[in-house]
């Protein structure tokens, strides 16, 4: 096998145990050619780029996704390891949690569904898209040679839709359920460290954010509907009172009212980082309350209304589930939501992500994650060198 870079190595080898010594030099090419690849990243191609398109042994190379014995979950843990290792040794841990939908077309997927796209589609323009949908988990953290915070993907879970389930005959898992799965391993795998999860609206439904309060507590912070029903906390129950105990007390005035009447108090701030800019004044004003709807258990928060005071953007909502996080700190971790968005661009633009071939659903599973993974792959590289 050609001899490989010791920074090169000196990351990779902490996967070493998760292969048997057989096949784990060709892991390494494999890495080493989809790294390479100009092009689409098929194994083909990244055996091409290496010169070992006339190796006779090319369908290993192959079986090492679709059958080969190895647990892209175990991958995911090491990888976060080495992550954490490498820019985030304490503190509390800010993951990006987000969906994308991989096109894909062909009988031979199992998986795919139909999607609303949501790059393409708008309020008023729904865009249906065929393909794979991912729920990934990136590590929000500030490179310090970029300058700037990234999204590093190491946890990728495929969702199949409602239907993939019901033809069969299995319970279908929401991309909720999912979410709260993946949280709680990492919870695991992180014994100690405060998560700070930043996600879109889809994930403002209170039954999920609750079940997160619940144990060990994950701190989510995601957009709030300016309509959200609002109450006040329950009175404290007074002793011989009958009945059932209260979940909320009066209504509180919506955010959308708040947003227009004269006695708000807005907060004016400065931003350091503002969606690619470097200073940005936006005002805030923000308080506690309890979130409700019948049927759904009482959910404490902390919202946060934003106004531009530029105009260039409509007046938005933030909740947070940890009451003790200031306005601004909430605002600050959001902004890093972004990020999310351009990894996902710069791995379909550099990394091949929907150029891949694979037809079994166990090399399509672990294909995709496997592309995500090698962009904080690459990331560590440069890291080292």
Known sequence: MTLLPKWFTGVLQGFAPLFSARVWPQVQLLVV?????????TVTAALRVLGLADDPRF?????LLSRARWSSLQASRVLLSLLLTAFVPSGPLVLGLDDTIERRTGKKISARGIYRDPVRSSHGHFVKASGLRWLSLMLLTPIPWANRIWALPFLTALVPSQRYHEERGHRHKTLTDWARQMLRVVQRWC??????????????????LS??????????ITRLRLDAALYEPAPERQAGQKGRPKMKGQRLPTLASLMDASDTCWQRIRLARW???TQRDVELVSHTAVWYHPGK?????????????????????????DL???????????????????????VRAHLGVE????????AMARTTPALLGLFSLVTLMAHER
């Open 297 to 321: 258990p009482p959910l404490p928060i902390r919202w946060v209304l934003i106004r531009d005071p530029q105009g260039k953007f409509s007046t938005q909502a933030l909740l947070c589930t």
């Open 355 to 362: 150029t891949q071939r694979q037809w079994t659903d166990l």
């Open 275 to 277: 969606y690619g800019q």
């Open 324 to 346: 003790l996080l200031t306005p601004v700190q909430i605002l600050e971790y959001f902004v890093q939501r972004w990020q999310l968005e351009v990894t996902f661009e710069e």
């Open 211 to 220: 079940d997160l309060q619940q144990g060990r507590p994950i701190t989510v």
């Open 59 to 63: 369908g290993t190379f192959h079986r």
């Open 33 to 41: 050619g989809a790294i390479l690849s100009p092009g689409k990243r």
């Open 191 to 208: 014994s100690g460290r405060q998560l700070i999860v930043v996600a879109d609206s889809a994930y403002a439904v209170i039954r999920w």
